[in-house]
């Protein structure tokens, strides 16, 4: 896992790499509250371009940071996500919470796009 803050759309980016189980889960969730807390982002951008399984535990850290940004009034992005990915997303009935998009720019530009609308 690589994570980058693009300090601009207060945002943390989080590269995830190979399995989305119970214990990588566990690792991201508790790295990223400690980067919201340290740097004050809001959103957060997933890229699932290189997660070659996810299990509902990834479903479930996916649901616990969209209840932490959303309370900050922040967005979480997916993007990158294989159709596989993708399509447990859906079925798990969560796309709605979130952006899904194939690339980060096309993620952060959505999302400005929402945050337009809701002002």
Do not use: P, W
Request: glycine share 10%; net charge neutral.
């Amino acid at each position: 896992m690589e994570m980058t803050l693009l300090s601009k759309h207060r945002l943390i980016a989080v590269r995830v790499y190979g399995e989305l189980d119970h214990h990588a889960a566990g690792d991201i969730r508790s790295a990223l509250e400690r980067e919201i807390k340290r740097t004050g982002a809001i959103n957060i951008a997933f890229d699932f371009g290189s997660v070659t399984f996810m299990d509902s535990s990834g479903i479930g850290m996916i649901i616990g940071r969209y209840k932490t940004v959303s309370a900050l009034g922040g967005e979480i992005i997916i993007y990158g996500a294989s159709e596989q990915v993708s399509r447990l997303i859906e079925m798990a009935g969560i796309s709605h919470l979130l952006i899904l998009s194939d690339t980060l720019q096309q993620g952060i530009d959505a999302m400005s796009r929402r945050k337009r609308v809701n002002i």
